[in-house]
């Protein structure tokens, strides 16, 4: 069989301490440049590069087979390492005071010129990098990029281990449960008719695994959802499952800030993680932020001003409040003197977008105040706001009266979207916190029914559940959202352990007892054998990944990412089939 | 939120030092006894079983609460650890020399009785353990199986990151490749009448991998194979997946072999593994043990008396030699004293059955052949098979005539049952071997023309290659399996890394040009931008885990396993879907 000489070093990894020694190293010509008859290579393996020279007074030969190479050839290399000559140091390069003197040089492959270039980072279609993926893969940055990825996703098995945690398996062939997203469909060959759906996630199973007493589960899982593809989504994901008997969500808490430390500590450097990552309600979260995931970098909080501005005599305000509306306030930090009219302008118009009927403003010229609201609601009113908005004299005051919940949305989106205008939030910082006390159940408009917020399986505040009659969508679920820097990386919940508690979320949700039987029954059923009281947690880790190294696409951390139709240009899956194969599985296609 | 104490003990984990402690420990209600008024109970979680006593003189409140505990309900315990009275301790239990005194208990789930036992290895349906897999599940010797499965994964990883290999995620929507077994198909809803398929293997993207520059890549994957599911098959399965760039063979054999080891000390400590696992080609594995797969935990060797018989007036034996064949030698120890005439009978009905025309046998009662062969060989002869088969006195000694292969192989078959049969096999054994140079092609009756035997990614031994016209089926590849105790459990091969030798491959195979390039462009493209050489190996998981237990079927150490028909009787997939999901992936089903 193939027999070669093991490589002694890795081309990276060259060093003072190999000054003197023999080496043979393997790798990519990454670049060449010939200098008065003296040829030098870059050559680049997994590790990085080092330099390699071919001088015709050590080798003739050698020279000119070096004269043949190209770059992306692959080469193995033999000589001996020395230290450069004086002033031609490296800075750039890890190796970049040693080279390799070749006496030997071997080509195991020849390369066509790569459509784009590995050796810099020059702008290249994504169209071009998926479809040559293999060469995208191979310039040094996205190396980096996907063995970091390696790297967290095996610390974050690590420290779970070392927590009583067991990695378990669970089924990517299974069934369609329809509550969630679109499923992606299998279909059975030995069941003509049937389908397996691939899983959303490994919810029920997890649970089940408690139920089975495993008490502290954790995967790290592919997930499936077959939706159309947003910004940044694909049709296949990598999370971090986790589910606990026994314990309290505080120690789950406790558990995963100490993860968070860990891959700080371990992998990400830049990020410091407190010891005791904050906790706000999604009710305080949407009051002080207008968001379910705020962005902590940086302050800008909204503020209520309802009860100033109760008893003026502008229509607007009264009626909103009167009508248990909100009137609700944002300080932008020097905006006020900073922009024009026309910016101010371009706030409200967004604002409009953003589904407001209209958007209040105030800003201070001098001791004066610069705004149509002054005539409405008099200096006095105008001075309070500003007191209790928290704003100074530079700053421009945002006011929107509506519903609490609208009212804060909008206010929360125009804080994000000016704080990074006025470039207030600050880059390489993160900032976690989590969100609990989310909503139970939400309405849906399509479905003419409550749909869990969660999911059906997440338990209520037990206290709340009394006011079930009356004011359902306002129950608190036992669910929480682990944020960071404004993105969601995790959700989770107190799982509901009782069988007649889950039945009756399915009746909740109107979900008929047929449909639920069929469904879920077997969940029913295993929780009437002795279920633990249990929680969990999924945390996205492509999400997390990307955040972690600051890119803004998880395109970038995924080996093979699909495009927002669902395609991979490399291979160009999804293909075509033959009649045979449809056949076996008793399909025929609708297309013509 | 739901806020209770957490737990000072896992119930398995009590011993003498926690004598004089306060503890809570949670579990299910493993068993309850009732002596003289005090209630006993045993208390179940993940870590094992400790002993709870409900005593009227310590509570009266306490032990009657108790008494209404039954099987499987989920407790909460506080109490006291004590040592148990002289003469009461359980050798059986870990914790079998204390006891906790209940001062208090809680009930936080009751129990219907299940329907089997959980405290014992009572005998249970498969069907109904696949049913109530929960329930099964919890059963003690299951949750060993499971936690071990998780162990001996955690330390391949370790291992493997311990030598430079990282994690890297290959996609589990991919593209049909029709080569192998059949796909799995996911239909696609953006792509009508287009179908993803599920991985058989990551073959394609972790050679993609190496000619990324990844140089080590492993993936402990999930594989999909729609296969009639034959004794011991899973439509989705475990395989510990491996390649390398830039490394001989040996030095994976290597590497491979310090894994074992490293699996051996640290989760299988009955397993012991050679410095040097040993090496045999395919030929020798065939010639000496009828087998590819040999089980090298017995002798019994197979013997090639041909050059004994060829003079031979014997009809049968001398065409097959005359036509190129090949006479082998069993000698089986004992049978020849202890066989009854039928059972010797049987051993030939049974070589029938394996396809040969006939099976010639002698054995010896103290210095006289005892055998049809004596009339037609005469005593020199026999007494130089015997020799040559290193027969004692008192085996049987079996021969076959036929071509090499088929003679072998039938002998070889008899070799295993009779070695079981004889109690020749040693239980909790572990013999592993190499088994090397397997062929490159084989004839498909099927297909009428050559196809890989391992995949067309396979280098060959390319001395070989120049016979490709005369004798395209001698050409041996670079392939090795592993085998433990006669089952294959690994199997990789070098893979060809040049553009030019793969797609003369494609070629050997008759597969259409324009079929190569649609489903494996995207590969000889990569090749053509500077592949360097490769190999890999993939293990499979679920077998290596049940051989290590010495299980005998891979559904003893997958959670939620399938039937033979593919169904998971727990969550009842593959379940039918509804008419608008099947209009959204464009398809209609062949079903009335």
Redesign the interface.
Known sequence: ???????THYCGELSRHDIGTRVIV?G?VHKMRDLGGILFSHV???SGICQVVFNPGVSKAVHEAASALRS???V?IEGSVRERPEGNDNPLLTTGDVEVVADSVEV?????T?PFSISEDSKVSEHARFE????D??RPAM?EK??FR??V??AM?RYL?DHRF???????????T?EGA?????????????????PQSPQ??KQ??M??????YFQIC?C?R?E?LRADRQ??F?QLDMEL???????LFRIVNGLMSYLAQSVVPLMSVPESIPVMTYRDAMERFGSDKPDLRFAMELRDVTEVVEGTEYGIFRDVVAGGGRVKALAVPGAGASFSRKEIDDVGERAKQLGAKGLGWARRDDKKYNTPLLKLLGEATLDRIYEKAGAGKDDLVLLMADKWKPAATVLGTLRLELGRKLGLIPEGLFALTWV??FPWLEWSEEDKRPVACHHPFT?P?MEDLERFKETPLEIRA?AYDLVLNGTEIGGGS?RI??PDLQEKMFEYLQIPKEEAR?KFG?LID????????H?GIALGVDRLVTLFLGESSIREV???P?TQ????L?????????ER?L?????????E
């Not at 040559?132 to 060469?135: A, D, G, K, S």
């Not at 067991?166 to 369609?176: A, C, D, M, Q, Y």
């Not at 490399?570 to 033959?578: K, L, R, Y």
């Open positions: 069989m193939q027999n070669f000489v093991i490589r393997y990519w680049r393996d997994v992306e050839y692959v193995k195991l492959n020849s390369a066509q790569p040559f993926r293999y060469l893969l191979r190396q996907i063995l390696s790297k996703i095996s098995r281990e067991h990695e378990l398996e669970t089924p990517i062939l299974t069934r369609s329809p679109r499923d992606f469909l299998v279909p059975s060959r030995m069941t003509p008719g049937h389908f397996y759906a691939l029920l199973f089940i695994f139920v089975a007493g495993f008490d502290r592919r499936f077959d159309d049709p296949e990598t008997s026994f314990t309290p969500p505080k120690e609990t006390e338990k505040m036992q107190v352990h009782q069929e077997f295993a929780f009437k054998y002795g279920a633990p009281p929680c995924i080996p093979f699909k139709r669902g395609v991979c490399m291979t160009g899956a999804p293909g075509t089939v033959s194969q056949r076996e599985v008793s399909l025929k296609t609708r297309v």
